[in-house]
C-alpha cells in the first residue's frame, strides 16, 4: 500500500503563494495519477487538480485555472501544487490521493488519502 504525507501549508495573505509537496511511501503503482484535494469548513470535499502518471496530462477545477500548477516528479516519489494569488476562498485543508486509474478527478475516484496540510489565506 502507498501512503501520501502532504508539507507545505500555512498562513497566507490574499495574492500570496504557497507550495504543497505530497511525498509517497510504501509500495507505489506502476502507472497512476495523483489528485489534491481540499475540504473547506462545512463544505464537500473536492477535486482541484490532477496529474497522470507521465506527468504530461493535466487537470484543474475552474476556479484555480491560470492560479495553481500541479507537477510531479517520480523519481523523488513527489507530488507539487504550486498556488499563487491565492484567494480567501482557498481556504481549506489540502489533502493528496491515489486516483484511479481513467477515473475523473473527483473524490469518489480517489484512495490512499493523506493527512491533510491546512492552507489559510487571510489578511
Known amino acids: 500500500q502507498v501512503q501520501f504525507v502532504e508539507s507545505g501549508g500555512g498562513l497566507v495573505q490574499p495574492g500570496g503563494s504557497l507550495r504543497l509537496s505530497c511525498a509517497a511511501s510504501g509500495s507505489t503503482p506502476d502507472y497512476y495519477a495523483i489528485g489534491w484535494f481540499r475540504q473547506a469548513p462545512g463544505k464537500e470535499r473536492e477535486g482541484v487538480s490532477c496529474i497522470s502518471s507521465s506527468g504530461t496530462n493535466t487537470f484543474y477545477r475552474d476556479s484555480v485555472k491560470g492560479r495553481f500548477t500541479i507537477s510531479r516528479d517520480n523519481a523523488k516519489a513527489t507530488v507539487s501544487l504550486r498556488m499563487n494569488s491565492l484567494q480567501p476562498e482557498d481556504t481549506a485543508v489540502y489533502y493528496c490521493?491515489?486516483?484511479?486509474?481513467?477515473?475523473?478527478?473527483?473524490?469518489?475516484?480517489?484512495?490512499?488519502w493523506g493527512q491533510g496540510t491546512q492552507v489559510i489565506v487571510s489578511s
Open positions: 490521493a491515489l486516483v484511479r486509474m481513467g477515473r475523473l478527478c473527483l473524490p469518489l475516484n480517489a484512495d490512499s
